[in-house]
């Protein structure tokens, strides 16, 4: 049984890890926040910027653009978006799950993050670039990954590139997501711009200075902003993630020291009573 110097120092320590992960847990909800707030203020340009696209495609699918091209190869470049550092939770092992169950066991893959870069490298698969993103998320750092796959695509080197990352869905909901960068499905296009761009296909649009040159030009952007949108997804859910995981870490070290209190205090008081039984005892015996 533990002695009572022993308890000290376990409760001394639980109470100094508690201290450690309750200031992590206020830097992440303070990073959380902005996070949040990034991601979600760019969802509606992005459905905007979607639509404008399934317009495109729907009025004239006749246009052909390189970045629409379905080649019928396997190679698989994939885009990681994980995170730099741990103690947020499963998000990273749930998004590893992920990409072994939706992406071709050969695929190649350029990493956001150091956590699945590693993991990566662990498994032996091929890492073809690796990019550093600060935190909060600047568009000018995601433009260059962007235009990194994007030539991969173009050059013949890829026949289709997936983006990996997590979806922030609220404070306690992440969901990790594969889904296929390029080439530009014009159908998920129209799916995910919704029923106002079925509305908008069955109008006439005009264009200026015509349809293959706009459609070359909104391609590109559409690329990089989805790009980005995904590195703001999962950096809004790694915040999220990692305060969750240390309010828990936190609770969990208050239940553990009222519990090393409660059996520090019963062997405190079992010592008392055998002191005062031995004198008892002792005065007794000199009677």
């Not at 205090?265 to 015996?285: D, H, P, S, V, Y």
């Amino acid at each position: 049984m533990a002695n009572l110097r022993d308890i000290r120092r376990r409760i001394k320590s639980v109470k100094n890890t508690a201290q450690i992960t309750r200031a992590m847990q206020l830097v992440a909800a303070a990073k959380m926040k902005k996070a949040q707030d990034q991601a979600l203020a760019g969802r509606e340009y992005a459905r905007h910027l979607t639509q404008v696209l399934a317009d495109i495609r729907a009025n004239f699918g006749e246009e052909s653009h390189p970045l629409l091209e379905r080649r019928n190869g396997g190679r698989e470049l994939v885009l990681v978006i994980s995170t730099d550092k741990g103690l947020c939770g499963p998000l990273n092992t749930n998004l590893a799950k992920a990409i072994r169950s939706g992406c071709s066991p050969d695929a190649d893959f350029v990493t956001v993050g150091r956590k699945l870069r590693i993991w990566c490298e662990k498994l032996g698969r091929k890492v073809v670039a690796d990019f550093t993103v600060k935190d909060p998320v600047p568009f000018q750092q995601v433009r260059p990954i962007a235009k990194f796959v994007t030539r991969q695509f173009l050059d013949g080197h890829y026949d289709k590139v997936s983006i990996a990352f997590t979806d922030f869905v609220n404070t306690l909901r992440q969901e990790p997501q594969v889904v296929t960068l390029l080439p530009v499905s014009a159908e998920a296009a129209t799916e995910e711009a919704g029923t106002a761009s079925a509305d908008a296909a069955s109008r006439d649009f005009l264009f200026e200075p015509d349809p293959a040159e706009v459609l070359g030009a909104i391609l590109p952007l559409f690329i990089n902003y989805e790009v980005y949108q995904a590195h703001v997804e999962s950096r809004a859910s790694e915040h999220s993630a990692r305060m969750v995981a240390m309010k828990s870490a936190t609770d969990n070290a208050k239940k553990f020291i009222k519990e090393l209190t409660l059996e520090y205090n019963k062997l405190r008081q079992g010592a008392i009573t055998a002191e005062l039984l031995e004198i008892t005892t002792a005065m007794k015996a000199m009677e």
